[in-house]
């Protein structure tokens, strides 16, 4: 299975002090290391030669979310420094669900569900990681492959034997749980520290993979897992978790009003992704860029340097928003959402592909099918998109001009409307409520 040769048992890896890494000290610049098992020791390991580093996404839905986006850029960051990586996706655990800090058990999916949730990840975490282009530094693995092969009785007897249930019982994400009565936690996902750390001495042993990265939520299932290599292969490993990525007010980042941010443009459109990240606010922008950029420390200084010395709006927003639409949708997707963003702006639809309206259809403004088999009045279709609450306001917002449709304004009623793309219709109220008509064709 293994293309790379495991440590021989009696190698020392935790070498001694030395000088800082540089990616080390990076990572920390950009405020994106919450706990590492001994720093020190990290530091020195990682400078002596190039490593192998593991993360795990478990498989709970058929696309990952910009909160995954955090260590999959980490899993980048380390891989551009010339180590190794792993993104290994849980096709065994992610049958199970991690309950680390969950209120409630997760419901569980049945393994064709899960199978197939396993390939579309893989298929999103490729490109990000440029596996393709970095064959022998990327490995895309499913935990599965291993998990399946574990016989009960073994694995009791020689992995369980190693976990304390006092100690387990100790960790805060499983102290959460049992705190609540109305749910509790079961065994299946009481089990889930062993396998997440059996992984990591599986990675060991066949790849020699000696850091995992993590959210810090899977601080205890990394700890686990460092001490359980270590009694199994008498290795030292490491653990380095990110932080919780919160909005300045403290709020939950990741979320709209529509709900969470996906990868998959069938689940959030690459301009609503676009428009996601555009509407940063200014006080998360820079410790964003930050977070998610591949630019550099000092180059994302020198942007908050400029704008703070500019009298005008800031780039910031603009470049984020650039820079990770592309990165997870392409050249040509960030052009069609800027596109889109550009003829909301000037009124101008004429350039917009059937793709692109698409898009706005799918999530992009407030959307209303028009069922009427003859072209309807003006007045019926502001007050059907509840731009207006009545025919009689509806009419009132025409007269007073302020009424626009696809970037024109209307001062008559009328059911002369141009569609767009044959089935479209744009209409705006004011300078900022905009609506999609869909239209029978």
């Known amino acids: 299975m293994s293309d790379v040769a495991p440590l021989p048992v009696n190698t020392p890896n935790v070498e001694p002090a030395c000088a800082p890494n540089a990616l ?25 030669q190039p ?10 839905a058929g696309s990952l979310h910009i909160g995954h986006l955090v260590p999959l850029l980490m899993l980048r960051r380390f891989k551009d420094a010339g180590h190794s990586v792993v993104a290994l996706v849980g096709g065994a655990t992610g049958m199970i669900g991690d309950p680390s800090f969950k209120a409630s058990e997760r419901s569980l999916n ?10 579309d ?40 034997k190693h976990f304390s249930v006092n100690a387990m019982i100790a960790k805060d994400s499983v102290k959460q749980r049992l705190a609540r009565p109305d749910q509790g936690l079961s065994f299946t996902e009481f089990a889930y520290s062993l396998l997440q750390s059996y992984d990591f001495a599986v990675l060991n042993k066949e790849r020699n993979c000696t850091l995992q990265i993590g959210g810090n939520d899977q601080w ?17 490993v490491f653990g380095l978790t990110l932080p919780l990525i919160t909005k300045a007010d403290g709020t939950k980042f990741g979320k709209t009003e529509t709900g969470t941010v996906w990868l998959d443009p069938a689940k959030t459109s690459p301009y609503a992704f676009y428009q996601f990240w555009l509407n940063t606010a200014d006080a998360d922008v ?34 984020l928003a650039a820079e990770l639409t592309e990165l997870v949708h392409g050249t040509e997707a960030l052009a069609g959402a800027e596109r889109i963003s550009q ?50 306001q509806a009419r009132e917002l025409i007269a007073n001009g302020a009424i626009a449709v696809n970037g024109e304004a209307i001062t008559t009623d009328t059911d002369q409307l141009t ?10 109220r004011g300078k900022k409520h905009f609506h999609l008509v869909k239209l029978r064709a």
């Open 121 to 160: 990840l893989q298929q999103q975490i490729s490109p990000l990681l440029k596996a393709q282009e970095s064959p022998q530094q990327v490995r895309l693995l499913n935990n599965a492959d291993w998990m399946s092969k574990l016989d009960l009785f073994a694995f009791l007897r020689d992995i369980g």
């Open 220 to 236: 205890g299932n990394i700890t686990s897992g460092i001490d359980l290599t270590r009694r199994l292969n008498q290795h030292t």
């Open 24 to 48: 080390l000290q990076e990572l920390n610049d950009r405020g994106l290391i919450a706990q590492q098992s001994d720093a020190a020791a990290l530091g020195a390991h990682l400078n002596q």
């Open 110 to 119: 049945t393994a064709d569900t899960v199978n197939g949730w396993v390939a």
């Open 286 to 319: 820079y410790r964003f860029l930050r977070f998610y950029s591949l630019r550099s420390v000092a180059d994302i200084a020198d942007i908050e340097r400029q704008d703070s010395a500019s009298n005008t709006k800031p780039i910031a927003q603009r470049l």
């Open 51 to 60: 490593r192998v580093i593991y993360c795990g996404f478990d498989p709970t």
């Open 343 to 392: 003829a909301l702006f000037s009124g101008d639809f004429s350039q917009l592909s059937l793709a692109e309206f698409g898009q706005l259809e799918q999530d992009g403004i407030p959307l209303t099918h028009s069922e009427d088999t003859a072209a309807p009045m003006l007045s019926r279709l502001l007050v059907d998109s509840t731009l207006a609450s009545s025919l009689r």
């Open 419 to 428: 569609r767009l793309q044959q089935h479209y219709v744009i209409l705006r």
